[in-house]
């Protein structure tokens, strides 16, 4: 079993819909917790980061971890064909180089 | 600001070939990593560097090399190159030397080997 599990996708909805993106863990000693957007043929951007548990929001994203649950999720509000991506969680514990990151999810707005 | 640059940006190999991959940041940041993207399997960490003069595995180092030639470099080399190794390489960059979510990628290699 994947230390991160994340549904590949792909997820397309229709424009201005509101998106949910999830991912599970299973190394309850994960403190940060990172979303982060590649577009095709590019290198990953960070998005959004939570540190430990509860919601972060920036613009039409929120993250969201709940730690008891090992779940994160992303939602995107009001989505628009320039977000369609792959979106990759990662996260690490507190004294690791290391992210471990998700497969990433392919989501796809149409038009 | 270029951010990181990794060259080139393609790449096709003969089995048991040998080929570096270059990469620079001109951020000033203190570490630099060596990922492979491979369908399926998310980002996976080849080598680390925290600060000049030091680097470490990650999760898959067997069949690379990595040297810290600079504070702004740091080469991948493959020395003999295996199918298995057809992947997306990125390099990434981060200010702090220590745990740190905030990494910087460049535009990733594409190398095959046949």
Partial sequence: QKEVEQDPGPLSVPEGAIVSLNCTYSNSAFQYFMWYRQYSRKGPELLMYTYSSGNKEDGRFTAQVDKSSKYISLFIRDSQPSDSATYLCAMSGDSNYQLIWGAGTKLIIKP | ?114
Avoid at chain 2, 38 to 53: C, F, H, K, N, V
Avoid at chain 2, 60 to 87: C, D, H, I, M, W
Avoid at chain 2, 98 to 103: A, K, L, N, R, W
């Fill in chain 2, 1 to 114: 600001n270029a951010g990181v640059t990794q060259t080139p940006k393609f790449q096709v190999l003969k089995t048991g070939q040998s080929m570096t991959l270059q990469c620079a940041q001109d951020m000033n940041h203190n570490s630099m990593y060596w990922y492979r993207q491979d369908p399926g399997m998310g980002l996976r960490l080849i080598y680390y560097s925290a600060s000049e003069g030091t680097t470490d595995k990650g999760e898959v180092p067997n069949g690379y090399n990595v040297s810290r030639l600079n504070k702004r470099e740091f080469s991948l080399r493959l020395e003999s190159a295996a199918p298995s190794q057809t992947s997306v390489y990125f390099c990434a960059s981060s200010l702090l030397t220590g745990p740190s979510y905030e990494q910087y990628f460049g535009p990733g290699t594409r190398l095959t080997v046949t």
